[in-house]
């Protein structure tokens, strides 16, 4: 079982997310880039899922925040963003991998088990 921290502005995306993989891993949903930092910086957390398009600080922000930090946790985007440039900025700055929304328990398991085995993905 992971530990997998959701990130994601809106609460019925955070919602949809707990209840497709929450009987898996051991999931935390926090709603905000600054909440998402702030707590990986606590440690104890193995997989972020992100929203890519957040008020304020949105999820491209986010990882080049961790890529600055050296930050080795995979980060799985999670988007309704379907074009090829979004894909290769998403992984130029870190990410393993893009979870096309709307998500399905398909679609996430595919991408936490490839995330978390070390290989990229494209869901």
């Known amino acids: 079982m992971a530990r997998i921290l959701v990130v994601d502005d809106s609460l019925t995306s955070r919602g949809i997310a707990l209840r497709l993989i929450g009987e898996l891993h051991e999931v935390t949903v926090l709603g905000s880039g600054p909440e998402a930092l702030a ?3 606590q440690g104890g957390i193995d ?3 992100l929203d890519l398009l957040m008020p304020g600080m949105d999820g491209q922000t986010v990882l080049a925040e961790l ?7 995979p980060v799985v985007v999670m988007t309704a963003d379907i074009q090829a440039s979004t894909r290769e900025r998403i992984l130029a700055l870190g990410a393993v991998g ?3 929304k709307p998500l399905t328990r398909e679609k996430l398991v595919a991408a936490i088990d490839s995330a978390l085995g070390g290989s990229r993905l494209d869901a």
């Open 39 to 41: 707590r990986i910086a």
């Open 47 to 49: 997989l972020v899922l």
């Open 98 to 100: 893009m979870v096309n």
């Open 67 to 73: 890529k600055k930090r050296g930050e080795g946790l």
